[in-house]
């Protein structure tokens, strides 16, 4: 087993993997820039390499400067969490190439499964259902409108290295195909450098569920049941349960075996993602493959009991899975707690926290990174906590969720916390009535602010 693992990351995953790491008895290094030197992280690893400046590409995204961190300090092993560098197939193949082991899948399966045009064709070959779309890139507009008649409106146009909604746009009819694909090109070339786009038929009153997978070295692979992910602004998610409540015994059988051979087709190594669109008559459909750890695999932890950074790392070092599938024993729900302001369109809010309290109590967790009188800097992702709560049914989740909520106070910035204490409220969350669209109706009501 490793002796010292380097984390490629910062904030909250990186203090959980500090935390997993020193139950195993193994060191840590971790990895900061300027503008992270008082986060928690570096404060309980047992080294800390300061790697550059503020921004993103000259710090957490600068390879050479991760490995030579790893490289003076022994490291044998480098964890990159989420985000970052996590699905960066050159980055697993350099940490290869310096006899570093990265704990993740290999550059070839993250290659594979990147491109999400390559990785829809992947899993046709695979036998996973995938949405009815174009084979392979579009080659211009005439192109888009002839594939799109082919499937009929209304269709989706993706670009082909997206994520988080850029290069994407929805088209009901050939009207609107024209300006719509200039469009998400321009903006696909300006956030990837990549502005190829193809086209799926789009999927209606769609459900997003994911299945988590881990993969070992040997071709086996296993899942532990699904995520719905389905409350989402503008791609991004908000909150996470496990189980759906959308879900079937019969239809998590399906989609469960659907990942695993998705995993075992590619031989994946490591803790991984398998997402599907569901429709309303319970079709579902592949998406993608998340080829890392996820922000919400807390929530699979709790109803199953299992360690997923554990077993990445155990993955890493060789060490063959069971090979049992889980299921969720429990109910968890998830919210991701952000430095924004839900009343002022989720507009970011760094700045520094005056006062902090955390709320607690049997079946509470909370990952977080930030105490009183810690800054948020500006340069990255706005996430500053995720509050998980974990009952015997949905309905004891949510009364704690909500209770966990209305005990969680954080002063000097904004937070999304009146957001997820009226989302707790909502008609059609407690029926489990929602779908990737819930958030286009929804508006802040002022009495969640205090």
Not at 171 to 177: P, R
Not at 267 to 292: P, Q, W
Not at 341 to 347: A, I, V
Not at 443 to 448: A, S, T, V
């Amino acid at each position: 087993m490793f002796k010292k693992i380097l984390i490629a990351n910062r904030g909250e995953i990186a203090l959980r993997i500090i935390r997993t790491c020193k139950e195993m008895g193994i060191k840590t290094v971790a990895v900061y820039s300027k503008a992270d030197e008082e986060s928690l992280h570096v404060r309980f690893a047992d080294e800390a390499v300061c790697i550059g400046p503020a921004p993103s590409h000259e710090s957490y995204l600068k390879i050479p400067n991760i490995i030579a961190a790893a490289e003076i300090t022994n490291a044998d092993a480098i964890h990159p969490g989420y985000g970052f560098l996590s699905e960066n197939s050159k980055f697993s193949k350099i940490c290869a190439e310096h006899d570093i082991k990265f704990i993740g899948a290999s550059g070839e399966q993250i290659d594979k499964m990147g491109d999400k045009a390559t990785a829809k064709e992947t899993m046709r070959k695979a036998g996973v259902p995938t949405v009815p779309g174009s084979e392979g890139l579009l080659k211009d507009v005439s192109h888009a409108k002839k594939e799109a008649k082919k499937m009929g409106y209304p269709v989706m146009i993706k670009a082909t290295a997206g994520g988080g909604g850029k290069g994407m746009r929805a088209i009901w009819s050939e009207e609107e195909m024209e300006s719509n694909f200039e469009s998400a090109v321009k903006e696909a070339t300006a956030a990837f450098g990549n502005g190829g786009m193809y086209m799926e038929k789009l999927i209606e009153e769609p459900r997003h569920i994911e299945i988590q997978v881990v993969g070992d070295q040997y071709g086996k692979a296993c899942h532990l049941s699904e995520r719905d992910c389905s409350v989402q602004r503008r791609h991004q998610k908000l909150t996470e349960e496990t189980p759906s409540p959308f879900m079937t015994d019969s239809l998590r059988e399906d989609m469960g075996a659907a990942a695993v051979k998705a995993a075992e087709y590619i031989k994946y190594e490591g803790a991984g993602t398998v997402e599907f669109l569901v429709d309303k008559h319970r079709n579902f459909y592949f998406m993608e493959m998340n080829t890392r750890i996820q922000v919400e695999h807390p929530i699979t932890e709790q109803v199953v009991d299992y360690d997923l950074i554990r077993e990445q790392i155990l993955v890493a070092g060789g060490v063959p899975i069971s090979g049992k599938n889980y299921y969720p024993k429990l109910h968890s729900i998830e919210c991701r707690i952000n430095a924004e302001d839900p009343y002022n369109d989720f507009r970011p809010s760094p700045g520094k926290i005056t006062t902090l309290h955390t709320p607690g109590g049997h079946g509470v967790r909370l990952d977080t990174h930030v105490y009183s009188g810690y800054v948020i800097p500006p340069n990255y992702d706005s996430m500053i906590a995720k509050l998980i709560t974990t009952a015997q049914t949905r309905e004891e989740a949510i009364n704690k969720m909500r209770r966990a909520l209305d005990e969680f106070v954080i002063e000097g910035i904004n937070t999304t916390i009146p957001f997820h204490r009226q989302l707790m409220d909502h008609p059609d969350y407690l029926a489990g009535n929602y779908t990737t669209k819930f958030m286009e109706d929804f508006e802040m009501d002022p009495k969640y602010l205090d």
